[in-house]
């Protein structure tokens, strides 16, 4: 591994790209656009799942897997949606060495394959709600793939709904939105969101109406966390998707999806890191606490590896991992874990065994600030880790929230908005016209991210001048 | 849901399928050979997922994510494996609305894009050895589709490791044949195995040596259950894979891969399964204990129901299901379960309620032989559950040990390995000539599954009589 990010400052794009690869994230593959997830990468998205898991079980969604191929016919029975993700498909057209009658799209998503199954399964109100979430790979022809934020091929989970009423289905939208969503990422990622409506420019290909997450990273430019997508009956009535009522007769069902990606690891990246390198939140770090032992000759390495494995055992509540290399310096390894972002690292030499003390430093305070003389007592120890991990949980999402407010900007007119999008994040009365969000993409490069949920009041819009009565936020974007 | 299974004695062909169905495991799909896996079955598969990666994890592997798509030409490296492979490829021929200049393959295995990586991350022996896991789906063009035995694409764990030497690679092969698959089978699959070697003919496209479990389904055919192969420095060879030794001299890597599919979930029906419908083993099932609540009247289930949300608060320790709905009678419910292969059913009555007892029954043991009669007292039900679902786990796994012993034989001669095959798998000296081989599947349509780990003895070849000192297993297969 070698140890040399530029700084944030210096070039961000390069400090994001050369910290996943040093910090063995992921690597570049051979195929143009598509990533290798390795094993540092994966268990931070094994653990985004598990808590991502938990939380769509709790709102009554099963489990499910769908094919990877989708007929062409199928995706182009929703005119939006075809021709939203036509330019981004990639299309099988030989099988078992013959041309193929019909070519197969790899599923971009898969509202079309279970739309189709849905309305084999659904045939009386009875059969509604059906709630489904599956786990898969995705793939879209991205121009301009990045690790994480935007490859061919990525990770995701997505779920679809079927319901007997417009209600049913906006709650659950909402559902998925706040309750899964925004609690995943700002309770276990430590990631503030915005929560809103998307423009219709900016709504899923074939949605009524698409919701989103937003999130500033540490750039101040703007990603989309998670979105939740009422799809309305355009998708029931493309595919079918009909039940009989109560009085038996024949209704259109209302239908939700909904989808968070693998990109998730790189908004932790972007938002937690630092120009040491990553910054874990605890409840998703591989590791919560390394312990670097230190010695100068064997004798003391054997007296403190037997303390540190002594500890390991002891400290059975976390995930430990115990860094016992003998071909690496304590330096060494302090940078290496302080890049791998371990939110705490335990220090243990010679002088700390004979004070019954270990030094326990912070990943996310750098420098003596962050640094403790802790007492090895497991009675003192495990108490202080526990709350030590929780503090730095905490502190995290505050410290994100904090750079988030600062950097958002209510700008007076037009030209101050041109120049704060450099800065941040603007949020400003819009009239709801394309023409008004396709000024600001063209004078700054900022897209409309979402209109928040907010209370309706009465303002002019920023671009045209005209009466709005909602807020939208626009920002430069991953 | 209905009803009506064929017997296996029938048609056991359709008796599977249509079970699979039924039991709302999975569901044939809109594209050609390629399956849903609705939520039942697909709990059966997370359980099974969980299981062989608790057992990989401890094996020292790691857990990672490679691109779905595979260059051609990587493929085209290892001339064994392209001539294995090549008729039953997918291939991407466009994307983003463009012909590609190479066409992508979507794998059906991932040898060619990891040895790929690992020449990349493998410098010297101290990056020895390394093992990584993927669960993923691959794509085969099956030209007889099977729901779970045999779909175009299905779901997989491979894992791929590198080692300094051969024996380091023949142990790591080993390793995951018993301690990961054999036991993961016998101990929760409660499938017993019979772990050998392939056949030159039968092994792996590009490997020195394939090594397999093979397990006897309920109508005696075979299943291949996971292979584990070493790949020898054939691989390693073709994707250059080399490392400097502790002499500073280029050597050549040993590599391994195995694999264990969601073909597991249709062995599980196959061996378990009988004429009621599914048999779970407790470790599996996604229910283990059902509990069917019987009342006449409003009062008596307003009683019933109460005493039935009291047990599911107390019974904790099990995965509980209480089935309330009251549109359907305990008959119609028993029966559901039953073809679902939950293994315990606790009926509870007004009687009951009286009695402070309720009807345990199981599912391995129709009839009035599995029923007793228990006490509501948790301090007496729980512990009896918890011995019963041990008790049942082990007397499955027992079931089908004796079931496979009682349908293996050991002909005399050819012409009653020809009469034996339609009843079972025969055990037979072979010469390791590949004529003989070929003989016995052109007459019987038995492969050869495997060379048992037997010590070697001396023998003639049960189809051409000549010295043989091994012995192999023939069997119909799926």
Redesign the interface.
Known sequence: MSNSLPTREEDYSKWYNDLVVQAELA?Y???RG??????YG??I??RIKNALNERIEQSGV??????????MS?FEREAEHVEGF????????????KELEE??V?RPTSEA?IG??FS??IQSY?DLPLK?NQW??V?R?E?RPRLFLRT??F?WQEGHTAHSSYEEAQEMVEEILFNVYQDFCEQVAAIPVIPGKKSENEKFAGALATYTLEAMMGNTWALQAGTSHNLGQNFAKAFNIQYSDDNNELQDAWTTSWGMTSRMVGAVIMVHGDDHGLVLPPKLAPHQIVIVPIWRDEEQQEAVLAKCQELLGELGDFRVKLDDRD?YSPGFKFNEWEQKGVPVRLEIGPKDLEKGTVVVARRDMPGKQGKQFVSMETETLIPTLHNLLDEIQSSMLEKAREFQLSHTYEPKDYAELQDMIPEGWVHAYWCEDEACEAKVKEDTKATLRCLPFEEESEGTCIVCGKPATKKAVFARAY
Do not use: Q
């Open positions: 690597d593959s051979p195929v598509c990533m290798v997830i390795r094993p994966y268990a998205w094994n099963d489990e499910a897997y769908f094919p990877l191929f989708i007929p199928f036509s330019p981004e498909l990639a299309v099988v057209t030989h099988g078992g060495g070519p197969l790899v394959i189709d199954m084999k399964w009875r489904i898969a790979n793939v022809w121009k061919l091929e990770l071909s």
